[in-house]
T-cell receptor
Framework: DAKTTQPPSMDCAEGRAANLPCNHS???????VYWYRQIHSQGPQYIIH???NNETNEMASLIITEDRKSSTLILPHATLRDTAVYYC????????????FGTGTRLKVLA | DGGITQSPKYLFRKEGQNVTLSCEQN?????MYWYRQDPGQGLRLIYY???????QKGDIAEGYSVSREKKESFPLTVTSAQKNPTAFYLC?????????????FGEGSRLTVL
């Protein structure tokens, strides 16, 4: 699985969009970009994934650059409950998911 | 409800004792995983299994053992050989192919060695 790089921490005002960047410059053609988040002392929760097209679901949007070397997770209207550690992972969708969870980005949403 | 159940949520053990953490899933997933998380750190893969009666070492398997006798169950034993076992342990499951590649995690087991 490709290595990813994320900023260690970010702050965002409540109600504003939170834009979390991720660098995955060594991603291979069959690897998807996944985003998970972990609220304190709980198991990580899947948010969204994509290959090369931008994706949106009820939780977030994922913007992937055309060269696929980086992506941005967007939480459109951050709430206090979005305070968590966000992990960006590059991995395949078949075979063994030996996903590498780095240290992620600690997002703090401020009232 | 479908999901992954880990038990116990909190566990204390004396040095030199083995302890087994339970992980059960009713999602009919083929693959199951054990991760370890230390304070302020990401998740590190201990063991994973793709099918019953088969499993592979992850990045930090030393001092741990697993079994996969049933598709639904993937218990992890932390042995006395694990030098620094105090950590938060997470179990996950997922399908092997033909889907999104999403992993489903349990709520975790927090092990403290006294």
């Amino acid at each position: 699985d490709a290595k990813t790089t994320q900023p260690p921490s970010m702050d965002c005002a409540e109600g504003r969009a939170a834009n979390l960047p991720c660098n995955h410059s060594t991603i291979s053609g069959n690897e998807y970009v996944y985003w998970y988040r972990q609220i304190h002392s709980q198991g990580p929760q899947y948010i969204i994934h994509g290959l090369k097209n931008n994706e949106t679901n009820e939780m977030a949007s994922l913007i992937i650059t055309e060269d696929r070397k980086s992506s941005t997770l967007i939480l459109p209207h951050a709430t206090l409950r979005d305070t968590a550690v966000y992990y960006c992972i590059a991995g395949a969708t078949s075979g063994t998911y030996k996903y590498i969870f780095g240290t992620g980005t600690r997002l703090k949403v401020l009232a | 409800d479908g999901g992954i159940t880990q038990s116990p949520k909190y566990l204390f053990r004396k040095e030199g004792q083995n302890v087994t953490l339970s992980c059960e899933q009713n999602l009919n997933h083929d693959a199951m995983y054990w991760y370890r998380q230390d304070p302020g750190q990401g998740l590190r893969l201990i063991y994973y299994s793709q099918i019953v009666n088969d499993f592979q070492k992850g990045d930090i398997a030393e001092g741990y053992s697993v079994s996969r006798e049933k598709k639904e169950s993937f218990p992890l034993t932390v042995t006395s050989a694990q030098k620094n076992p105090t950590a938060f342990y997470l179990c996950a499951s997922g399908r092997l192919a033909g889907n999104t590649g999403e992993l489903f995690f349990g709520e975790g087991s927090r092990l403290t060695v006294l």
